[in-house]
């Protein structure tokens, strides 16, 4: 079977975008559970709309709580219509009926489908995603927000053509594939360890899986990797502040640098200085940098912060 087909076979039956049709399917496959495991689908109720209207990924179980991954959702509970895929928590819950749980269907997972874990690699890969305002910038996450239910995935489940509508199940839909495609990939190549080069661009895999989501340490560096499992350069911007990152994705720390014809201090953590003075670069003394962490004469940031005498390493 090509990557297709294996994704149909996963689905018992074909890609949907209508999620009553996707819970039939399964229904139908004798493969829908009131008890969840991990890579199962998890379709969601509307009273409003007195049918199920919403679906996701079961991302891990605890108990009676269960996180998920969802597509045109928000962080608000029930739903259905968010504009964005997210993670999200489930406890307490009840299954079926009118509760917003209706009930959990089982894919089917094995060589000629993919694996639970090639599923949510997929899947965290696109948390963050946002729909678009026309069918410009599709995949891009972030670029071109709007509300006008335009996504990558619906493009990829109309062949191409991207129409605005719900795209819940589009997801569910995608994530599907991509993982099936994934596994035919892998199945043909060999197993990947350490770095690797893909394109331009450079990943780290660990048994076979490639790290993703902020920060790692590797062989004595810091490095730093988005949510597809690239490794990133340059300016990379966390909670506590801006660091940098080398060509080599090694992160800089204890050295000024120059960017854009600007001048920056990165301490010892690598964190970026800000309203502070630092050590010169050469000879005895120190240098300033302003709020946005750029190189400022003495004089400037004397009148402007008199008061700061702090001396960041």
């Known amino acids: ?53 919403h679906v996701g990924i079961v991302e891990s179980v605890e108990g009676n709580k269960i996180t998920t991954i969802e597509g045109n959702t928000s962080g608000t509970h029930g739903d259905r219509n968010g504009g964005e895929c997210r993670r999200k928590t489930y406890n307490g819950y009840s299954v079926g009926g009118r509760n917003w749980v209706n009930g ?34 599709l995949e891009d996450k972030h670029a071109n927000r709007g509300s006008k239910n335009y996504t990558k995935y619906g ?24 993982a099936c495609k994934n596994h035919a990939t892998t199945q043909q190549e060999p197993r990947r360890e350490g770095w690797q080069q893909l394109n331009d661009k450079w990943m780290f895999y660990v048994d076979n899986v490639p790290l993703w989501g902020g920060w790692r340490y590797i062989n004595g560096r810091w490095y730093a990797f988005d949510n597809s499992g690239f490794m990133i350069k340059g300016w990379f911007k966390t909670d506590e502040g801006w660091y940098y990152l080398g060509e080599d994705g090694g992160m800089l720390a204890g050295q000024w640098i120059e960017d854009k014809g600007k001048w ?50």
């Open 1 to 53: 079977m090509n990557p297709y087909q294996r994704g149909q076979k996963a689905l018992c039956g074909d890609y949907f975008k209508y999620t009553p049709s996707g819970a039939g399917q399964f229904k139908k496959a004798a493969r829908w559970h009131t008890t969840p495991k991990a890579g199962d689908v998890v379709f969601f109720f509307s009273p409003a709309m007195g049918r199920i209207a």
């Open 104 to 137: 959990f269907a089982r894919p089917v997972y094995g060589d000629d489908t993919c694996t639970v874990q090639e599923l949510l690699d997929v899947a965290r890969g696109e948390i963050g995603y946002e729909e678009k305002a026309s069918p410009q910038g």
């Open 155 to 178: 493009q990829w489940y109309n062949n191409g053509k991207a129409l605005s509508e719900f795209w819940c199940a589009e997801f569910v839909s995608w994530c599907f594939y991509m």
């Open 264 to 313: 920056y201090y990165l301490t010892k953590t690598g964190l970026m200085a800000t309203n502070a003075k630092v050590r010169k670069a050469k000879g005895e003394g120190f240098d300033y940098v302003g709020e946005d962490g750029a190189f400022d004469s003495f004089k400037s940031l004397l009148q402007r912060f008199p008061e700061r005498t702090e001396i960041v390493e």
